[in-house]
């Protein structure tokens, strides 16, 4: 079945640790989304892209990064950066078309030790 | 910018009570409009959509309705169960002039506990 697929499910960090969640879709989707999700804020977009070697800063860039060297793949880097890095973060898919709705991962889970 | 509001939970029902969870937005252009759902500890899953102005869009017994005059599309469903707990999120897409932007817009979610 075609999906999309987050890993890992939990995720643990250190102060000064740089660290990079996976996201692989096999929707054959051209866009990809990142979104940190906080309790009572709904979803906010970190980086989105929608071509290989290209990507767009969303609402809440600083402190992460991303790369699209393929079009199944869009990791996330958290870097040291961000200073609230806790959340549940979210990658999603969508063909690069009018009325598309995007398709999402089950996401990770991310906590600072 | 485009927004979208959405009532304020959390929403408490019994089972086989009706259900409404309202949503309106602002947008630039004609944006279609989205229902999803998101269970405990997962990630959103698509539950209507509707593109155009009073399309209703529908699935497991949930209903919306794309209303342009009052830019609302509330979400309604006749008679909850227990396994209808969730967050529910109303979003909306609206492309650019250039067609070039297809970011989602969302409501920040509703919690839904129905009690059996």
């Known amino acids: 079945d075609g999906g999309i697929t987050q890993s890992p499910k939990y995720l643990f960090r250190k102060e000064g640790q740089n660290v990079t969640l996976s996201c692989e879709q096999n929707?054959?989707?051209?866009?990809m989304y990142w979104y940190r999700q906080d309790p009572g804020q709904g979803l906010r977009l970190i980086y989105y892209?929608?071509?290989?070697?290209?990507?767009q800063k969303g609402d809440i860039a600083e402190g992460y990064s991303v790369s699209r060297e393929k079009k199944e793949s869009f990791p996330l880097t958290v870097t040291s950066a961000q200073k609230n890095p806790t959340a549940f973060y979210l990658c999603?898919?969508?063909?690069?078309?009018?009325?598309?709705?995007?398709?999402f991962g089950d996401g990770t889970r991310l906590s600072i030790l | 910018g485009d927004s979208v509001t959405q009532m304020e939970g959390p929403v408490t029902l019994s089972e086989e009570a009706f259900l409404t969870i309202n949503c309106t937005y602002t947008?630039?252009?004609?944006?279609?409009l989205f229902w999803y759902v998101q269970y405990p500890g997962e990630g959103l899953q698509l539950l209507l959509k509707?593109?155009?102005?009073?399309d209703k869009g529908s699935n497991k017994g949930f209903e919306a309705t794309y209303r342009k005059e009052t830019t609302s599309f509330h979400l309604e469903k006749g008679s909850v169960q227990v396994s209808d707990s969730a967050v529910y999120f109303c979003?909306?897409?609206?492309?650019?002039?250039?067609?070039?932007?297809?970011?989602?817009?969302f409501g920040k979610g509703t919690l839904l506990t129905v009690n059996p």
């Open positions: 947008a630039t252009g004609y944006p279609s």
């Open positions: 509707a593109t155009k102005a009073d």
């Open positions: 929707l054959n989707h051209d866009a």
């Open positions: 999603a898919s969508s063909p690069v078309a009018d009325n598309q709705p995007q398709h």
């Open positions: 979003a909306l897409t609206a492309p650019s002039s250039g067609g070039s932007n297809y970011k989602l817009t």
């Open positions: 892209s929608q071509i290989v070697n290209d990507f």
